[in-house]
């Protein structure tokens, strides 16, 4: 039988209302949807559907035709094309091994330019676990701020801020609670290296961000005479992403990190990164997205919590510009975000989200899912077997896995366990 039609009635959600009559709350002036029977009723394309309309069957086919095929898709109209990766791209491993954390940990860092000059950079912490003997799993966080605020380490180089008032960089000298990576005495316990950067080190989260990130950088080449990307271009998220593989390109250097067991992970925005991220660089073995939402893991077809109507109003830097063109016909479009979970098998993927997060739309992950799970059985690996959803708490942890915590947008201390047993299973 054609995965489809399998996958399909399930998908069936019922519902009344075309038009959301009465809004549950509006968010920018757009109309919110909490009302389950007014999510909508529609079909996904079907990942395994080839362009001449015909059945995809076989793992070749797949790889070699149809999975290029949907990642152009995904670029094109969501989250934009990027380049490679740059020539002038250099390593300042500035930080080779020192005793951290009570010599729990050896800390190494990196500064990773993109340019001869050196003004576009990322700067990178990595802490290993102190016996390790090289060729070390690693779990690497995209994370909110500087490498010194995320953690309680001294040694660790001060980073930048972004000040959106003054529209400039400045040292990243004051923190709070926010941003902290407090899973790294966990990770190094069960054997794993934790890396971490400031996904702003790409490009500052501002509409206006753009002028000071990598994206301007990389206008002009081939890209003459215009003074924003093109309409397939990259987005932030996209170029957040790409920053992702950069630092993997830093791992197939360094023989104390085995760079075919990367994990990635990020929380919300940063959570549609990782995902986006996996689903291009095949060389990310294991995705934990946490609450990824809108523009993530959940559906754009759905009507319920944010749309993409929010997103492109409210972050239109996140995304290629084209993106907006399919606000108001999402079922029109060629692809859903099964499309993006479908490109990450058989590589592992883990969708983490919270049952009080109503704006992220948790149960449109989960349809999802379970939409991209016919590729990872075409690919000889398990995905979402069980409809409906498990008990809150209780994760699913096949290839393509699912969480739901009992609580709201964000990571909490109980997923922690959660994603390094998906690690210890996956890669
Ligand atoms: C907003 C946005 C979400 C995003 C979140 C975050 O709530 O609407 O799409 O995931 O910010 O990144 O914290």
């Given at each position: 039988?054609n995965?489809?039609?399998?996958?399909l009635?399930?998908?069936?959600i019922?519902a009344?209302?075309?038009?959301?009559?009465s809004?549950?709350?509006?968010v920018?002036?757009?109309?919110?949807?909490?009302?389950?029977?007014?999510?909508?009723?529609f079909?996904?394309?079907?990942p395994?559907?080839?362009?001449?309309?015909k059945?995809v069957?076989?793992?070749?086919?797949?790889?070699?035709v149809?999975?290029p095929?949907?990642?152009g898709?995904v670029?094109?109209n969501?989250?934009?094309?990027?380049?490679?990766?740059?020539e002038?791209?250099?390593?300042?491993?500035?930080?080779?091994?020192?005793?951290?954390?009570?010599?729990s940990?050896?800390?190494?860092?990196?500064?990773?330019?993109?340019d001869?000059?050196g003004?576009?950079?990322?700067d990178?912490?990595?802490?290993?676990?102190?016996?390790?003997?090289g060729?070390?799993?690693?779990?690497?966080?995209?994370?909110?701020?500087?490498n010194?605020?995320?953690?309680?380490?001294?040694?660790?180089k001060?980073?930048?801020?972004?000040?959106?008032?003054?529209?400039?960089?400045?040292?990243?000298?004051?923190?709070?609670?926010?941003?902290?990576?407090?899973?790294?005495?966990?990770?190094?316990?069960?054997?794993y290296a934790v890396?971490?950067?400031?996904?702003?080190?790409?490009?500052?989260?501002?509409?206006?961000?753009?002028?000071?990130?990598i994206?301007?950088?990389?206008?002009?080449?081939?890209?003459?005479g215009?003074?924003?990307?093109?309409a397939e271009d990259?987005?932030?998220?996209?170029?957040?992403?790409?920053?992702?593989?950069?630092v993997?390109?830093?791992?197939?250097t360094?023989?104390?990190?085995?760079?075919?067991?990367?994990?990635?992970?990020?929380v919300s925005r940063?959570?549609?990164t990782v995902?986006?991220?996996?689903?291009r660089?095949?060389?990310?073995?294991?995705?934990?997205a946490?609450?990824?939402g809108?523009?993530?893991?959940?559906l754009?077809?759905?009507?319920?919590?944010?749309?993409?109507?929010?997103l492109?109003?409210?972050?239109?830097?996140?995304?290629?510009?084209?993106?907006a063109?399919w606000v108001?016909?999402?079922?029109?479009a060629?692809w859903?975000s099964h499309?993006?979970l479908?490109?990450?098998?058989?590589?592992?993927?883990?969708?983490?989200t919270?049952?009080?997060?109503?704006?992220s739309?948790p149960?449109g992950?989960?349809?999802a899912?379970?939409?991209?799970?016919?590729?990872?059985?075409?690919?000889?690996?398990?995905?979402?077997?069980?409809?409906?959803?498990p008990?809150?708490?209780?994760?699913?942890?096949?290839?393509?896995?699912?969480?739901?915590?009992?609580?709201?947008?964000?990571?909490?201390?109980d997923?922690?366990?959660?994603?390094?047993?998906?690690?210890?299973?996956?890669?």
């Amino acid at each position: 039988m054609n995965a489809a039609l399998f996958v399909l009635p399930l998908l069936a959600i019922p519902a009344l209302a075309q038009i959301i009559d009465s809004p549950d709350e509006v968010v920018a002036g757009i109309p919110v949807n909490y009302t389950e029977a007014k999510a909508g009723w529609f079909e996904l394309p079907d990942p395994l559907t080839g362009s001449d309309g015909k059945p995809v069957t076989d793992p070749a086919t797949w790889n070699e035709v149809q999975r290029p095929r949907i990642l152009g898709i995904v670029e094109a109209n969501q989250y934009g094309r990027v380049p490679p990766r740059p020539e002038a791209m250099a390593f300042d491993a500035f930080d080779e091994g020192t005793p951290a954390f009570d010599g729990s940990a050896r800390r190494k860092q990196v500064t990773i330019t993109f340019d001869k000059a050196g003004e576009q950079f990322l700067d990178l912490v990595v802490y290993l676990p102190a016996e390790s003997e090289g060729d070390c799993p690693v779990l690497l966080n995209i994370g909110w701020v500087a490498n010194n605020l995320a953690v309680d380490d001294p040694g660790v180089k001060v980073g930048r801020s972004w000040n959106k008032e003054a529209q400039r960089r400045e040292p990243a000298t004051e923190g709070g609670p926010f941003g902290k990576l407090r899973m790294i005495p966990l990770a190094l316990e069960r054997g794993y290296a934790v890396a971490h950067f400031n996904y702003a080190d790409i490009e500052p989260d501002d509409v206006n961000g753009f002028a000071h990130g990598i994206r301007h950088h990389f206008l002009g080449e081939g890209q003459e005479g215009q003074s924003k990307p093109g309409a397939e271009d990259w987005g932030a998220i996209a170029a957040w992403g790409w920053g992702i593989s950069r630092v993997i390109d830093y791992f197939e250097t360094d023989a104390e990190i085995d760079a075919s067991r990367v994990a990635i992970t990020g929380v919300s925005r940063l959570g549609k990164t990782v995902i986006w991220a996996g689903a291009r660089d095949e060389r990310v073995a294991c995705v934990l997205a946490s609450v990824s939402g809108s523009g993530g893991a959940s559906l754009n077809r759905r009507r319920y919590g944010e749309r993409p109507a929010h997103l492109v109003e409210r972050f239109p830097h996140w995304f290629a510009a084209k993106f907006a063109s399919w606000v108001g016909r999402e079922e029109e479009a060629p692809w859903d975000s099964h499309f993006i979970l479908s490109l990450i098998a058989p590589r592992a993927v883990l969708l983490q989200t919270g049952s009080t997060d109503k704006w992220s739309d948790p149960y449109g992950e989960f349809v999802a899912a379970r939409a991209a799970t016919p590729v990872f059985h075409l690919l000889g690996r398990k995905g979402i077997e069980d409809f409906p959803q498990p008990p809150l708490g209780e994760p699913m942890m096949n290839r393509l896995g699912y969480l739901m915590h009992d609580g709201g947008h964000g990571m909490i201390p109980d997923d922690w366990p959660v994603f390094l047993d998906f690690m210890d299973k996956h890669l």
